[in-house]
């Protein structure tokens, strides 16, 4: 039987507790190199300007897509072992580069898709992002697994949670909200335990998947 929102909460705090530190500055560095490659990616298609700075945010923005994925992969890595009380390394934030194929495909799919059914309306578009939320958890956990496997095992995966995730999301929104309170400081505790949650989200609910 799946957990409650609540337990998995807390249970995320335990696995946390004690290792905030390197959790913190493990986050702290994906965020920072994550952040600065998005904001050039952003104003790349928001712009229209060909002044001289537009050069350089095509080329951030072409990195970010090769990165983002196996960026992704390695957070969810690092999550992944701290949610289940193994050794969690700073180095593990790049170890989706060593299944950089899979990672960056598996991203561009998964974005490409979400940005598909957000064409037809907004909830089509959360639906979406809910179905394909546990996408590199299971690369995670199968390095060998093709792309598009990936997507559908974690479309099966959420048959029946997307709601309970939606929910567990709207708890991290509310957070966020308090964390701007913070002038931000907030969200370097803030995004640690938003992954844990999810991977233990992940763990949870994988046990209960057919097929």
Do not use: H
């Amino acid at each position: 039987m799946a957990k409650s929102n609540s337990e998995l909460l807390r249970s995320a705090k335990e696995s946390l507790t004690g290792r905030w530190g390197i959790a913190i500055g493990t986050f702290l560095v994906y965020m920072i190199i994550t952040g600065s490659l998005q904001g050039g990616y952003r104003y790349q298609l928001n712009s229209d300007s060909d002044q001289g700075f537009s050069f350089a945010y095509s080329f951030t923005s072409l990195i970010y897509l090769l990165v983002a994925g196996p960026f992704a992969l390695g957070i969810a890595i690092f999550s992944l072992n701290l949610a289940r009380n193994m050794e969690a390394r700073f180095e593990q934030l790049f170890d989706g580069f060593r299944n950089f194929k899979t990672s960056f495909v598996a991203y561009l799919l998964m974005i490409l898709f979400i940005f598909l059914w957000t064409l037809l309306l907004i909830i089509p578009g959360i639906i979406a992002a809910l179905s394909y939320a546990m996408t590199f958890f299971i690369i995670a956990d199968d390095e060998f697994i093709e792309p598009m496997a990936a997507l559908d095992k974690s479309k099966k995966m959420m048959y029946g949670y997307k709601l309970q995730l939606f929910y567990l999301s709207l708890r991290f929104f509310g957070l966020a909200l308090l964390c701007i309170l913070t002038l931000g400081i907030g969200f370097l505790w803030l995004f640690p335990y938003m992954y844990v949650t999810m991977a233990k989200f992940y763990d949870d609910i994988k046990d209960n998947t057919i097929g």
